[in-house]
């Protein structure tokens, strides 16, 4: 009842491939809209900080990998150090006086270019295989950075290592993106205009040759999909994708780059934040994210604050013990009861309600 | 069934986000604050002024560096229950929010932000050189000491550039020219052709000192021979090879960290390295790392220390007597008096006596501001009379508005098969180089972040 398509009627081309096709659809995500601007009124710097800012700029992070991972089925063990080559090459763009925006934009491209190198073994093998070829990423382009960095900026950090670069501020169109609230709006900004860009482009011809190719690489090709092609191009979106999210880390979140945090275990983490969100899901792309960044934090809270209530004085080890074993059997306990992750459940919520209160 | 498993996921999900909202809630924002303080001040009452002094702390008892991180973590709340059974500081508590990481710098983040968040930090301890760097603007708007001794940022040292970044320890820099000082005089004074290797995870922290060594090493007529590492270390046989059968160096340096440590003491003992004949840097080998491998094997390894190890100090005393004995100490008894503990015990007991100096000149409430102050004037004497015990662990440390740094003085510590126990005075070197490179690092650092120092 609350949630149905009966009594939508699509008379034109153009309604019926809206992206939200039913009304209240339209509104919930309008809603969603809606609490995402006013949310940072009532925000203090540690929402902004700790919660609201990292999600924003990891979420177009794990919607690449999705992109790559979910729809195309290229698994990448290397998005951390496409993250890295995205976040680096804006800040060096911003240090020699490039705009922002186009420091953002070139950041990707370096990165989707640099996923495409590393993406190239995807035209010969698959699956574990080339999560293998794209591990090497994860250990070649630190390294590269390592190196390459401190011949490239002029200043750095420490006088040995040099790879540790502080951005400059960045300012939109002669505005200082300073405080935490313009941060968080021009990240989210960026965070819309790419997952309307994502939604849309899952539906079209690169969409469905993507979903083709994960599901069956020959039938696809035998039906004429350049498989080779897309599969290229799916690394250089979702590396795009990461690449952007980079740039934003760097520039709103940690505030400085600094390769050690574009590890193996980001990469690890985003890989689990799509498989428990959802594989081949926008939507999941939020939900796996809110669940790998946030869901630790709020475990850590919520059991130092139930610690503090029973009137014991918890050590933060115990907590941290207690906080991993929480964690990890919700990641066994939602794999088990939902194998397709956050988003499928989400639709059986949706689903479930498109006939309540009457099941029938 | 399958409701009730996702009632349950729910259900824990509800209470996570009311604890979060109740956490939250009391926590004023700096404006509110601002606005409240001088009320407080007005009125006198008998409570005490400030509810308590929050020292953030990233801790982690976890995760690939849980092991070395565990020690300094129970050092660092220990010195807390022992300052606060004290009286704290003039009758106020200090809080160390010790906040589990598991060395990520988004968690550290995030524990800056929650302590923060009480509107009462003082001081934060990241404990890690991404959160080091991460959290390091955000003190200069927010105006709250960040303690990181002996890593993190070295250019640190200059207090004028860096006002609210606190070493009070010395830098990789200063550590590795007393080792060469230290070297050079059990060679009998003179490097000459000596070959002296350094062992080094290759990344920013590992390559930190090569600078210096390039200066030094013509200076002193030494060979320089580099051994890079490829992070995380735990593959290091090539290397090792390389050691024992061509180069043969005479001395090696070490700049390892967690789980590269012990692979690299099995690789000695492999090849055959003398163990005496290891000098590694603060962070390795210590005594954690000895002990995953094997005590025995390892007697002889060297490091350098800013802190004495040990338990025969009044403070160590009291902590076991008081809390161990009580059953109230935050880890084992067994690692008391372990270097990575004693550090802990000395964060604290550093920052608390910054607290008392600031508290004689402005009273309460104490803000991040004052303890800078205060930690400014720390000097031996100081650091005797308000450290509660910890000069004892570091008496040489000696800071300014210039210097935050302590003028660098380490000591070298030698396994002797169950403890490192110190077997030099306190020792530094080659001040003039290394200051060389604290000025230059600084000064890159300034050119940088101009925003930073706009008023």
């Keep these: 009842m609350i949630y149905r398509e009966t009594g939508v009627h699509h008379t034109t081309y153009r309604t019926d491939m809206a992206l939200f096709r039913v009304p209240l659809a339209r509104w919930s995500v309008a809603g969603l809209l809606v609490v995402a601007v006013v949310i940072p009124f009532f925000a203090t710097d540690y929402w ?67 996923g495409l190198v590393f993406g190239i073994p995807s035209a010969r ?63 989210l900004a960026i965070l819309v205009v790419m997952t309307v860009f994502a939604m849309n482009l899952v539906r079209t011809r690169v969409g469905r040759a993507w979903v083709a190719i994960r599901d069956h690489d020959v039938a696809a090709k035998i039906l004429g999909v350049n498989i080779t092609h897309y599969k290229l191009l799916a690394f250089a979106i979702g590396s795009f994708y990461a690449g952007v999210s980079g740039a934003l880390m760097v520039f709103f979140y940690y505030g400085v780059a600094h390769v050690g945090e574009f590890n193996l275990d980001l990469s690890l983490k985003l890989l689990g934040a799509i498989i428990i969100g959802g594989l081949g899901s926008i939507i999941g792309s939020f939900f796996g994210t809110a669940f790998i960044i946030l869901l630790p934090i709020f475990l850590n809270i919520s059991l130092t604050f139930l610690g503090n209530a029973a009137g014991f004085q918890v050590s933060s080890g115990i907590i941290a013990g207690i906080e991993n074993i929480v964690f990890g059997a919700l990641v066994v306990v939602l794999l088990i009861v939902e194998p397709l992750g956050l988003a499928k459940f989400w639709q059986n919520v949706k689903d479930y309600f498109r006939l309540w209160p009457f099941s029938y | 069934m399958r409701a009730k498993v996702l009632s349950l996921v729910l259900l824990f999900l509800l209470v996570a986000v009311a604890a979060c909202a109740r956490g939250q809630a009391p926590a004023p924002t700096p404006t509110q604050m601002a606005a409240g303080e001088p009320a407080e001040e007005a009125s006198p009452t008998p409570k005490p002024p400030v509810e308590s002094y929050v020292i953030g702390f990233s801790a982690y008892r976890t995760g690939p560096f849980g092991r070395t991180g565990t020690p300094f973590a129970n050092g660092a709340v220990d010195m807390e229950k022992l300052v606060n059974l ?73 207090g004028e550039t860096f006002p609210y970044n606190f070493l009070a320890a010395p830098t990789y820099w200063s550590g590795d020219a007393a080792i060469i000082k230290w070297i050079q005089e059990q060679e009998g004074g003179s490097l000459k052709g000596k070959k002296i290797g350094i062992l080094y995870l290759d990344i920013d922290y590992g390559r930190e000192t090569l600078p210096l060594h390039e200066v030094l090493a013509p200076k002193l007529g030494y060979e320089l021979l580099k051994y890079p590492i490829p992070w995380p270390g735990l593959e290091q046989s090539a290397v090792w090879t390389n050691i024992a059968e061509r180069d043969k160096p005479d001395w090696l340096i070490w700049r390892l960290w967690g789980d590269s440590t012990p692979t690299a003491l099995r690789e000695a003992a492999r ?31 060297k490091h350098i220390e800013f802190v004495t190890p040990g338990t025969d100090f009044p403070v160590i005393q009291e902590i076991l007597t008081e809390l161990y004995d009580k059953g109230q100490g935050a880890g084992a008894r067994d690692q008391v008096g372990m270097e990575l503990y004693n550090r802990g015990v000395y964060n604290v007991g550093i920052l608390v006596a ?19 102050w205060g930690l400014e004037r720390v000097t031996p004497e100081t650091l005797k009379k308000y450290g509660m015990g910890v000069a004892d662990l570091a008496p040489e440390v000696t800071l300014s508005d210039k210097d935050h740094e302590g003028r660098g003085f380490v000591q070298v510590v030698e396994w002797d098969g169950t403890q490192f126990k110190p077997i030099t005075d306190w020792i ?28």
């Design chain 2, 271 to 301: 090849v055959g390295y003398p163990m005496d004949r290891i000098v590694g840097t603060y962070w390795s080998p210590v005594a954690v790392d000895v002990l995953a491998f094997n005590p025995e094997k390892s007697v002889g390894v």
């Design chain 1, 48 to 114: 902004f900080s700790a919660i609201l800012i990292p999600f924003l700029t990891f979420t177009i992070a794990t919607l690449g990998l999705n992109l790559m991972t979910g729809y195309a089925g290229q698994v990448s063990l290397g998005h951390a150090a496409f993250i890295a080559v995205g976040g680096y090459t804006a800040t060096i763009l911003l240090i020699y006086d490039i705009p922002f925006l186009a420091a953002v934009v070139l950041g990707g491209l370096m990165a989707a270019l640099v």
């Design chain 2, 354 to 372: 910054g607290m008392q100096i600031a508290l004689e000149e402005f009273g309460h409430p104490l803000d991040g501001e004052k303890l800078a």
């Design chain 1, 125 to 187: 093998i698959k699956g574990l295989y080339l999560a293998m070829a794209t591990l090497a990423a994860q250990f070649v382009l630190p390294w590269a950075i390592s190196r390459v960095v401190p011949l490239v900026v002029p200043t750095g950090l420490a006088v040995a290592g040099g790879d540790t670069v502080y951005p400059p501020r960045p300012n939109l169109f002669g505005l200082e993106i300073d405080s935490l609230f313009e941060r968080y709006f021009v990240s």
């Design chain 2, 428 to 455: 530094s070197g080659f001040r003039e180089e290394v200051d060389a490179l604290v000025k230059q690092a600084a000064q890159k650092f300034k050119e940088e972040n101009p925003e930073l120092y706009q008023e």
């Design chain 2, 86 to 158: 004290k009286g704290g500081v003039g009758g106020v508590p200090i809080d160390v929010m010790d906040i589990e990481t598991g060395y990520e710098t988004p968690r550290g983040v995030e524990a800056y932000e929650r302590a923060k968040a009480t509107g009462r930090m003082v001081a934060f301890i990241p404990l890690s050189t991404g959160t080091t760097y991460a959290v390091t603007p955000k003190a200069f708007e927010d105006k709250v000491v960040v303690l990181h001794t002996a890593y993190g940022i070295s250019a640190a040292a200059d």
